[in-house]
């Protein structure tokens, strides 16, 4: 499986981006997906993540409420819907795909390139 997330970009902070998650492969569709983010000189962090099937999704608690997470299995995309932006939600995004442990844990069997989001204040 390979992704591809794209979307990224600057936006004024209380503004909105989407982010997506293309798949290749047949098999994303069983897979449950996450997306991550990173800002410059911090670890990698979880932000959201979805269950296989798009029944079950989990958010960080510094973006619960403003952003949603959702999938299209027919087109093998994941979302990243982003609202009400922060100056602090400004890093590298990254989705991720088959999480070895929980959603939260960096141990996916793999991973998108990142995209950039800017939030500016």
């Known amino acids: 499986v390979q992704l591809q997330a794209s979307g990224g970009g600057w936006v004024q902070a209380g503004g909105s981006l989407g982010l997506s998650c293309a798949a290749s492969g047949r098999t994303f569709s069983s897979y449950p997906v996450g997306w991550f983010r990173q800002a410059p000189g911090k670890e990698r962090k979880f932000v959201a993540g979805?269950?296989?099937?798009?029944?079950?999704?989990y958010y960080a608690d510094s973006v619960k409420g403003r952003f949603t997470i959702s999938r299209d299995n027919a087109k093998n995309t994941v979302y990243l819907q982003m609202n009400s932006l922060k100056p602090e939600d400004t890093a590298l995004y990254y989705c991720?795909?088959?999480?070895?442990?929980?959603?939260?844990?960096?141990?996916?069997?793999?991973w998108g390139q990142g995209t950039e989001v800017t939030v500016s204040s």
């Open positions: 991720a795909a088959a999480p070895r442990r929980r959603f939260e844990d960096r141990e996916y069997v793999y």
């Open positions: 979805i269950s296989a099937s798009g029944a079950s999704t």
